[in-house]
């Protein structure tokens, strides 16, 4: 599991009483208490950006899920950028 957000890493490697009582923690804590192995890393905001760029795309009112057969044209400089640097 990615996240940017280093409060969200340490709260679920800590083991964190800050968010006790937090349904959404607490499912999160459970999926990773299944026997199976996660790790969990911070990633910088700047390692995100295409994820977040998609998410931003696919908020609408509606419920459901999208999915891209290419590369949306507000994703392209990114997908660049990236490719670029490996």
């Given at each position: 599991?990615?996240?940017d957000?280093?409060?969200?890493?340490?709260?679920?490697?800590?083991?964190?009483?800050?968010?006790?009582?937090?349904?959404?923690?607490?499912?999160?804590?459970?999926?990773?208490?299944?026997?199976?192995?996660?790790?969990?890393?911070?990633?910088?905001?700047?390692?995100?950006?295409?994820?977040?760029?998609?998410?931003a795309?696919?908020?609408?009112?509606?419920?459901?899920?999208?999915?891209?057969?290419?590369?949306?044209?507000?994703?392209?400089?990114?997908?660049r950028?990236?490719?670029?640097?490996?």
């Amino acid at each position: 599991m990615e996240t940017d957000n280093l409060d969200v890493v340490r709260i679920l490697q800590d083991s964190s009483d800050a968010l006790d009582g937090c349904s959404l923690v607490d499912a999160i804590l459970m999926i990773l208490a299944r026997q199976w192995t996660v790790s969990i890393r911070h990633i910088t905001r700047d390692q995100s950006l295409i994820a977040d760029r998609v998410v931003a795309l696919c908020q609408d009112p509606y419920i459901g899920y999208r999915v891209f057969d290419l590369v949306p044209d507000a994703l392209n400089d990114l997908v660049r950028i990236e490719a670029e640097a490996d």
